[in-house]
């Protein structure tokens, strides 16, 4: 097994952010949001909204953690924040 780290940043919040720029297949993907967040992330596909009253996806809060497993393509994976230049780490297993 091989693991993967990345971070993924949202500049401006309201535009959701790929986990890769393109097609990356993973058996897992362990994802924490930053713990510098001043709010919560969104993590979904590239319809996923952190915004408070459209909420979309996986919500978590700073230094939360969440893994998702079974043949994943992180190019499909998207994160929003609610607050700009805010994101996640992550790290994957190939």
Request: aromatic fraction near 6%.
């Given at each position: 097994?091989?693991?993967?780290?990345?971070?993924?940043?949202?500049?401006?919040?309201?535009?959701p952010?790929?986990?890769?720029?393109?097609?990356?297949?993973?058996?897992?993907?362990?994802v924490?949001?930053?713990?510098?967040?001043?709010?919560?992330?969104?993590?979904?596909?590239?319809?996923a909204?952190?915004?408070?009253?459209?909420?979309?996806?996986?919500m978590?809060?700073?230094?939360?953690?969440?893994?998702?497993?079974g043949?994943?393509?992180?190019?499909?994976?998207?994160?929003?924040?609610v607050?700009?230049?805010?994101?996640?780490?992550?790290?994957?297993?190939?």
């Open positions: 097994m091989m693991i993967q780290p990345g971070r993924t940043i949202v500049q401006t919040a309201g535009d952010q790929p986990l890769a720029l393109s097609t990356t297949l993973v058996s897992s993907v362990t924490t949001a930053l713990e510098t967040n001043t709010g919560r992330v969104a993590l979904g596909d590239l319809t909204s952190a915004a408070y009253g459209t909420e979309r996806g996986l978590l809060y700073p230094n939360q953690s969440e893994k998702l497993e043949g994943l393509d992180l190019s499909t994976l998207y994160v929003d924040v607050a700009d230049d805010e994101g996640i780490s992550w790290w994957a297993e190939v």
